[in-house]
């Protein structure tokens, strides 16, 4: 895909479509298009991802976890997940790309990690290592 400078011509944009190094090139012309990279150090990127982030987790605030899947329901309130989500994912990638850092690479060295460090065998339907269900089990062995 060669992803436009601007939004406005209403390219459709699909997870099944769009690779990740296209999202990168969005980010990264959108902030060089408005002289914005050198606001862009890797503290300040990191820190966005966590403002971003709190955002995020803003919109589920108080939320029963009934009322927090119900979101899924609620075009306007879904809509408000998805731009706080895209908010956090730009700054992800932005700071992939001042660092250098391959995103499905890191991504997929560290699901190997957690795979690794949480066997489904002894993981399955237990949050961790806190959970009282896995400290049960381990007690039972
Ligand atoms: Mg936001």
């Not at 060089?32 to 955002?55: C, M, Q, Y």
């Not at 499905?104 to 949480?118: G, L």
């Not at 399955?124 to 007690?139: F, H, I, L, S």
């Amino acid at each position: 895909m060669n992803a436009p400078s601007d939004f406005s011509d209403n390219t459709e944009f699909t997870d099944e479509t769009t690779t990740v190094a296209d999202l990168k090139r969005l980010v990264v012309r959108f902030a060089e298009e408005r002289d914005w990279g050198r606001f862009h150090t890797p503290k300040n990127l990191a820190a966005s991802v966590a403002i971003e982030a709190a955002e995020l987790l803003e919109r589920f605030q108080w939320s029963t976890p009934e009322e927090s899947f119900a979101v899924k329901d609620d075009p306007e309130a879904l809509n408000a997940v998805a731009e706080e989500i895209a908010d956090v994912a730009s700054y992800l990638l932005n700071l992939c790309d001042k660092l250098g850092v391959d995103f499905a690479s890191a991504f997929a060295a560290k699901m190997r990690k957690n795979a690794e460090k949480y066997p489904s065998e002894r993981f399955r339907g237990v949050y961790g290592v806190d959970d009282p269900a896995y400290k049960n089990a381990q007690a039972q062995r």
